[in-house]
């Protein structure tokens, strides 16, 4: 399977790293900054589920350089997502299917009209990951899942030949035949997670010792079960109470990817992620206090 990573970031760079592991043809579709810093420092994973690097890898700054591909992994930021729009419409005109793995659930629609329904999979990604100085990986804890499905039963043939091409990749690959509420369980979760460790600035250990934190996760979860349902996702209550356990679980300085942008001084996701669900909620009538008040409490520090 010829693979080409759009956003040679912290979780492009792991799945892309972790397939040439594997022995496979992987182009990583980059800007031309990160395509020197590639060039100078080579790409490489320092993870728990062990190292690896590559010194050559093999980089493009324009489509027309990539003969074809058979799937694009799309991982930039939701803030990105227009301007991969063009690169994406070329590579599917050469015969790619695209997969996002980008949080939250506004950029599947946007996908969709641009590219066509049939050549955008559901995707999404359980890991801890950021890039360090060097263009490098830096991930940690156990989690490094790439989770994929059909969102049309057209792709069930490329999904099950992702499937099996990444068996024995060196990371968790599952192949969903309902990646719909798959996307909108993450999109709850993330929606939580990132809302109350960004708005507070503290890791998930220090949310958690305050019962009247923590309480505020747990409303942003049940607002995103309710908003799911209303956009005919049912996310059931024990799906909740699974994802409050999942939160109760981890390291105590664990902490959002949108946290530790704002630690760094990056730009936010919190337009696409809680002001996309602020979106989604104004569109069929629903309340989502909480959400809008996370939204409220991240967006001076946004860096739009
Ligand atoms: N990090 C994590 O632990 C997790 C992240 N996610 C989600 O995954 C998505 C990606 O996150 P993450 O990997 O952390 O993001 P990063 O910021 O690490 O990487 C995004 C990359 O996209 C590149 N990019 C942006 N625009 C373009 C473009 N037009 N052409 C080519 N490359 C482009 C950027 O490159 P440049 O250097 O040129 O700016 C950057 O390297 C987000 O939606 C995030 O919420 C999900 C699970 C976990
Ligand atoms: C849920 C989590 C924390 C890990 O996948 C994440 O998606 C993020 O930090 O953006």
New binding site residues.
């Given amino acids: 399977m010829r693979i080409v990573i759009?956003?040679?970031?912290?979780?492009?760079v792991y799945f892309g790293v972790r397939w040439i592991e594997l022995g496979s043809d992987v182009t990583f579709?980059?800007?031309e900054?990160?395509a020197a810093q590639i060039r100078e420092n080579g790409l490489k994973i320092n993870s728990t589920q062990g190292d690896y690097e590559i010194k050559n890898p093999q980089v493009a700054t324009e489509p027309s350089e990539i003969e074809s591909a058979d799937l694009v992994l799309v991982?930039?930021?939701?803030y990105?997502l227009d301007?991969?729009l063009a690169?994406l419409k070329a590579l599917t005109n050469k015969g790619a299917y695209v997969l996002p793995?980008?949080?939250?659930i506004e950029h599947i629609s946007v996908l969709q009209e641009e590219l066509g329904k049939e050549k955008v999979i559901g995707g999404l990604?359980?890991?801890?990951?950021?890039?360090n100085d060097k263009g490098h990986v830096e991930q940690s804890g156990d989690m490094h899942h790439l989770i994929f499905g059909p969102l049309e039963s057209s792709q069930q043939g490329i999904c099950r030949r992702l499937e099996e091409f990444s068996r024995d990749a060196g990371f968790i690959s599952k192949y969903s035949d309902n990646i719909s509420l798959e996307l909108w369980k993450k999109y709850m979760f993330i929606t939580a997670l990132s809302g109350v460790t960004t708005a507070a600035n503290l890791p998930i250990g220090a949310i958690r010792e305050h019962a009247e934190t923590f309480h505020i996760a747990k409303m942003i979860l049940r607002e995103m079960q309710s908003l799911a349902a209303a956009y005919g996702a049912e996310i059931p209550d024990q799906e909740v109470e699974s994802a409050i356990q999942n939160v109760h679980a981890l390291d105590p300085e664990a902490t959002s990817?949108m946290h530790k942008d704002r630690r760094k001084g990056l730009r936010l996701?919190v337009d696409h992620l809680q002001g996309g669900a602020v979106r989604l909620a104004e569109n069929t009538g629903l309340e989502v206090p909480y959400i809008r008040a996370v939204l409220g409490l991240i967006k001076p520090f946004e860096r739009e």
Wanted: charged share 15%; hydrophobic share 40%.
């Fill in positions: 759009l956003g040679a970031g912290a979780l492009g579709l980059v800007r900054k990160r991982s930039v930021k939701g990105h301007g991969t690169h793995v980008l949080n939250g990604s359980f890991i801890f990951a950021s890039l990817s996701e």
